[in-house]
DNA sequence: TTGAAAGCGCTAACAG
DNA sequence: CTGTTAGCGCTTTCAA
């Protein structure tokens, strides 16, 4: 019943071999021929079969965004700019969800649904440790987005997470803030995003000489509002500080929200700063200090180095790139609205 | 290069057929067969190619979801109630913005990149008001987010619009406020969510015997945090108003924000409800009372809607189904954090 | 500049 | 219970 490239050709009266050509605007053929060509599509309605195309071609015009979770604003943000990095190539995006599990990581990666696509563009949360025999068997290209997954020879586009952190700390202590927490810390973990930040929290405090106090770096899970509003009970509950860098703004949000119920001012009290820039920044009451770091840069960077691998299997060892960040006062952590 | 059936076939010593059985655990073979196969096929780790599947089947075994924009929280929310109904029935989706422009909503339907997939789920905003020629020449089947669009046969799958704004501005009135302001409405538009929603606003009053005054109704484009502060701030210059119903919560949340700058508190001064229950409401100061949409009802109906469509042209009449609202009331409109 | 023919890997008849 | 055969619609040699 669909009309194919078979049907166009007679209407036309050329062969499938121009037809197909004009279709995808390579070889040549005349005017002529284009334009009754056309009109034959036109009449006819004709449409690719993609499958087909895919078939023979070896590629689909798809590519898979893997990620922890969707609902995570910072996420949200991230898939938009990859559909649009993506659609400058005219390539089309799949969404997996990993919940951050390690095993729903592996099976989405080892699945048979990875050959329904050309190259997968992965937010690696559960395996920043590194896998097992991780990059085996996988059939199409990897990108990680996000800090390198030990043992995995993919490129991988990340952002200069040590550098941001360290600035927000540089600047709470600039404000005068002396006892800083940080919020999202991975003890566990020894590379990886959580790692990085913190590193940064460590250096800026030692540059300014001051000490180190386990006490007011708190663990979490998921990265999430709930996961910030109850470590932050917990820092609370715990001792006293007048400064507090949230790993990510989803936790500085819901921290925010628990100093609120507990009493303390923010930023007269707690200097807030977060990481991400997302959009409900700005909005939130009291617009939430934050790490912003250049996402449109991320996502084309990552979605060119997933099409240059893709369909060249020799195409050089891995690389890298790390993306800028900058930081952006506003009313958690300014001076200013102390007054 | 890649192993394909007729490897793993060789491999296991039976015909090509009996592999694919296997593989897809249809037909009938024995185990002694079965497990020959699965050996051949752990061995030299065989993986079907999903284009050939698709192209002989018809079916890819994808659908895509056409949301406006993923970076509103609710699209993300109803993104992730989706795949997970999606993932039930080992269907895969496929992300598609549409920017709520009506030019890209048709583009979006009438594309080869519908090509790719067995059936859309489309949250319309630019065309509600209904579409040209439009359910012609689309290829698939598309069930409809969201109010019915006029001229569209197409099964579509709602929430109680008019229900839920009318039992927020009910309890608004109950909480003691008469002079409630409605926040999103689209006055050029008849049908669709805006109006819905509008409509349930107007019900409340004219029950409570409170005239309609249209210097309360503020109309925004797109329904964003920052479209309800722009608003709010058109309000707060136009007049007074001691309650507000944002048709969304990203309008609420945005509207708290202007309220704060603008020296009313909330709720003492204005009592706030928003609609759709996003996380982030939880989290807010104060926390946003809203109208809670069943999402995994919508989205279970609107999949399995669409499983019933594919592969049978037959399948009778457009469907409607309206999931259920619940009020949910929190500290933005409640009467004891007044005191 | 255009045409003919082959076949990508799989599923679905139909046999056996 | 298993094997053979014939394409799905397209791109890609290779010729003309």
């Given at each position: 019943m669909?009309v194919?490239?078979?049907?166009?050709?007679?209407?036309?009266?050329?062969s499938?071999?121009?037809v197909?050509n004009?279709?995808?605007?390579?070889g040549?053929?005349?005017?002529?021929?284009?334009a009754r060509?056309?009109?034959?599509?036109e009449?006819?309605?004709?449409?690719?079969?993609?499958?087909?195309r895919?078939?023979?071609?070896?590629?689909?015009?798809?590519?898979?965004?893997?990620?922890?979770?969707?609902r995570?604003?910072?996420?949200?943000?991230?898939?938009?700019?990859?559909?649009?990095?993506?659609a400058?190539?005219?390539?089309?995006?799949?969404l997996?969800?990993?919940?951050?599990?390690?095993?729903?990581?592996?099976?989405?990666?080892?699945?048979?649904?990875t050959?329904?696509?050309d190259?997968?563009?992965?937010?690696?949360?559960?395996?920043v440790?590194?896998?097992?025999?991780?990059?085996?068997g996988?059939?199409?290209?990897?990108?990680?987005?996000?800090?390198?997954?030990?043992g995995?020879?993919?490129?991988h586009?990340?952002?200069?997470?040590?550098?941001?952190?360290?600035?927000?700390v540089r600047?709470?202590?600039?404000?005068?803030r002396?006892r800083?927490?940080a919020?999202?810390?991975?003890?566990?973990?020894?590379?990886?995003?959580?790692a990085l930040?913190?590193?940064?929290?460590?250096?800026?405090?030692?540059?300014?000489?001051?000490g180190?106090?386990?006490?007011?770096v708190v663990?979490?899970?998921?990265?999430?509002?709930?996961?910030?509003a109850e470590?932050?009970?917990?820092?609370v509950r715990?001792?006293?500080?007048?400064?507090?860098l949230?790993?990510?703004?989803?936790?500085?949000?819901?921290?925010?929200?628990?100093?609120?119920?507990?009493?303390?001012?923010?930023?007269a009290?707690?200097a807030?700063?977060?990481?991400?820039?997302?959009?409900?920044?700005?909005?939130?009451?009291?617009?939430?200090?934050?790490?912003?770091?250049?996402?449109?840069?991320?996502?084309?960077t990552?979605?060119?180095?997933?099409?240059?691998?893709?369909?060249?299997?020799?195409?050089?060892?891995?690389?890298?790139h790390?993306?800028?960040v900058?930081?952006?006062?506003?009313?958690?952590s300014?001076?200013?609205?102390r007054?």
């Amino acid at each position: 019943m669909p009309v194919t490239l078979h049907d166009v050709a007679q209407a036309a009266g050329v062969s499938i071999k121009t037809v197909s050509n004009v279709v995808r605007g390579q070889g040549s053929f005349s005017d002529a021929t284009r334009a009754r060509v056309d009109a034959a599509i036109e009449e006819l309605g004709y449409r690719p079969n993609l499958a087909a195309r895919g078939l023979r071609s070896g590629r689909l015009g798809v590519i898979s965004l893997i990620v922890p979770d969707i609902r995570n604003p910072y996420f949200a943000e991230l898939a938009d700019a990859v559909m649009t990095a993506a659609a400058a190539h005219d390539l089309l995006v799949l969404l997996e969800q990993s919940r951050g599990d390690r095993d729903v990581e592996l099976e989405l990666l080892r699945g048979n649904r990875t050959q329904m696509v050309d190259g997968i563009l992965f937010s690696v949360l559960g395996l920043v440790d590194g896998g097992p025999e991780l990059p085996e068997g996988i059939p199409n290209p990897v990108v990680v987005l996000g800090e390198p997954v030990p043992g995995w020879a993919t490129d991988h586009v990340t952002m200069r997470n040590a550098e941001g952190a360290q600035a927000a700390v540089r600047h709470l202590l600039d404000d005068g803030r002396t006892r800083i927490a940080a919020l999202g810390a991975l003890h566990g973990r020894r590379t990886g995003t959580a790692a990085l930040r913190l590193a940064g929290y460590r250096q800026a405090l030692a540059d300014a000489g001051i000490g180190y106090d386990p006490a007011l770096v708190v663990d979490v899970g998921v990265w999430s509002r709930s996961a910030g509003a109850e470590g932050t009970r917990r820092l609370v509950r715990a001792g006293d500080f007048d400064g507090l860098l949230a790993f990510n703004d989803a936790m500085a949000l819901g921290a925010m929200r628990v100093l609120e119920d507990s009493g303390r001012k923010v930023p007269a009290d707690v200097a807030v700063v977060g990481f991400d820039d997302i959009d409900e920044t700005r909005y939130s009451v009291p617009a939430l200090s934050t790490v912003k770091p250049a996402l449109e840069d991320i996502a084309a960077t990552a979605v060119a180095y997933l099409i240059d691998r893709i369909g060249r299997a020799d195409a050089g060892p891995p690389r890298a790139h790390r993306a800028g960040v900058e930081l952006l006062v506003r009313e958690s952590s300014s001076a200013l609205s102390r007054r």
